[in-house]
């Protein structure tokens, strides 16, 4: 053993470990680029711009509330709490199909902010805030990593009082989280 390791130039590093050497911003606010998909499910505090063309003409922010309602101006409320970007758009086509030369547009500008407990074998211990999007990667990542007593292979995850498995080395090797 020791012939061996009076050979090696450099000293074995741990598979896996690197991963969470990113420069990823530490205040959990910034989700993933990209487009949000119309199967969006949308949540109090996602804030949706609405604007409208033809008979009204002007554009605003809405949050929805704590009640997952949705207040538009001149609309009666829509409960959009657990429904999608595709099916509020939907709604309000007929909402907007009683008023003649009226047309409404929704796009999402900010996403509601989840609170995370990352415990266990991590650089950083604590609650980590982060968006929709962001996956328990992320949470690792913002976490500074999982100590090299940790292991890579055992992630729980516990969601709803129901408890996931991951293993992030079928995720390095194969691109699957399992």
């Known amino acids: 053993e020791r012939m061996y390791a009076n050979r090696l130039i450099d000293a074995p590093a741990q598979f896996g470990y690197d991963l969470f050497n990113t420069d990823m911003p ?16 949308l949540g109090q505090g996602d804030t949706l711009r609405i604007t409208f063309t033809g008979q009204r003409n002007d554009q605003k922010d809405y949050t929805i509330d704590a009640l997952g309602m949705l207040n538009i101006k001149d609309f009666p409320p829509l409960s959009v709490l657990g429904r999608t970007l595709q099916q509020l758009r939907e709604d309000m086509s007929v909402q907007t199909a009683s008023m003649p030369n009226l047309q409404a547009y929704i796009s999402l500008t900010n996403l509601r902010q989840i609170s995370v407990l990352v415990v266990g074998n991590v650089n950083k211990p604590g ?20 100590k090299k007593n940790g292991s890579l292979r055992a992630i729980k995850l516990v969601r709803n009082g129901r408890s996931t498995m991951i293993d992030l080395y ?9």
Request: glycine fraction near 12%.
């Open 26 to 41: 530490t205040n959990g606010k910034n989700a993933p680029m990209g487009a949000v998909q119309d199967d969006y499910v």
């Open 170 to 178: 079928a995720l390095l090797i194969h691109g699957a989280a399992n």
């Open 127 to 146: 609650r980590k805030t982060l968006s929709a999007f962001h996956t328990t990667l992320d949470a690792l990542t913002l976490s500074g990593g999982i």
